[in-house]
């Protein structure tokens, strides 16, 4: 069975830092585009950063400059790195991946994250 478990989310100050992770466990040989989306309140879940598994990214007009995006594809984990925070960054962090495949072929496609919060608030 094929997981993905994000960390990382908390309570920041306005300027202040986050690393979010996002591990795929179960028996993985390779996973294609992984990204990070966030909902929040009362508004559709947005994409926030893609990364392709050769490394190619993509982000948000409204994170550029202050996010970036990673991934460690022996870890089987992403990474987002967000910098600058400020109120309009507080949602839930979804960390998705497009098609994840084990030794005999595609295991699933469209695998999500629980979601991890992220609030920024003085």
């Known amino acids: 069975q094929v997981q993905l478990v994000e960390s990382g989310g908390g309570l920041v100050q306005p300027g202040g830092s986050l690393r979010l992770s996002c591990a795929a466990s179960?028996?993985?040989?390779?996973?294609?585009?992984m990204a990070w989306y966030r909902q929040a309140p009362g508004r559709q879940r947005e994409l926030v950063a893609r990364?392709?598994?050769?490394?190619?990214?993509s982000y948000a007009d409204s994170v550029k400059g202050r996010f970036t995006i990673s991934r460690d594809n022996a870890k089987k984990t992403v990474y987002l790195q967000m910098n600058s925070l400020n109120a309009e960054d507080t949602a839930v962090y979804y960390c998705n991946a497009d098609r994840i495949s084990g030794p005999f072929g595609v295991l699933t496609y469209d695998n999500w994250g629980q979601g991890t919060q992220v609030t920024v608030s003085s």
């Open positions: 179960g028996s993985i040989f390779s996973i294609n585009t």
């Open positions: 990364i392709t598994s050769g490394g190619r990214t």
